[in-house]
């Protein structure tokens, strides 16, 4: 059971930034696949970033290329989502999510844990 505890949500003016960060629970992080998604109101959950299990790739979707960037480190069982050049469409809650040598990061179906949520609101 991997239990994940996102932080780092709050209130800023567009073309802020922020910076989420997700902790895990357990021994194995190293062979998880980690995600970001994002929930708004009246949407459904939403593929943000993911940083695959072997390390090196990172995807994207379309929507936060080249503002927001993923990164891990595995001693530490954490993940971070650096967010620059907010926009208020960026509003919405975040989540982290795992799965354990996951191939098809942008998929939430995949995803066997998910943390919380932390809340994310960019004022225009």
């Known amino acids: 059971q991997v239990q994940l505890v996102e932080s780092g949500g709050g209130l800023v003016q567009a073309g802020g930034s922020l910076r989420l960060s997700c902790v895990a629970s357990g021994r194995t992080f190293s062979s998880y696949t980690m995600g970001w998604f994002r929930q708004a109101p009246g949407k459904e959950r939403e593929f943000v970033a993911a940083r695959a299990w072997t390390g090196s790739s990172t995807y994207y979707a379309d929507s936060v290329k080249g503002r927001f960037t993923i990164s891990r480190e595995n001693a530490k069982n954490t993940v971070w989502l650096q967010m620059n050049n907010l926009k208020p469409e960026d509003t919405a809650v975040y989540y982290c999510?795992?799965?354990?040598?996951?191939?098809?990061?942008?998929?939430?179906?995949?995803?066997?844990?998910w943390g919380q949520g932390t809340q994310v609101t960019v004022s225009s």
């Open positions: 999510a795992a799965v354990r040598f996951g191939s098809r990061p942008a998929t939430p179906n995949d995803y066997d844990y």
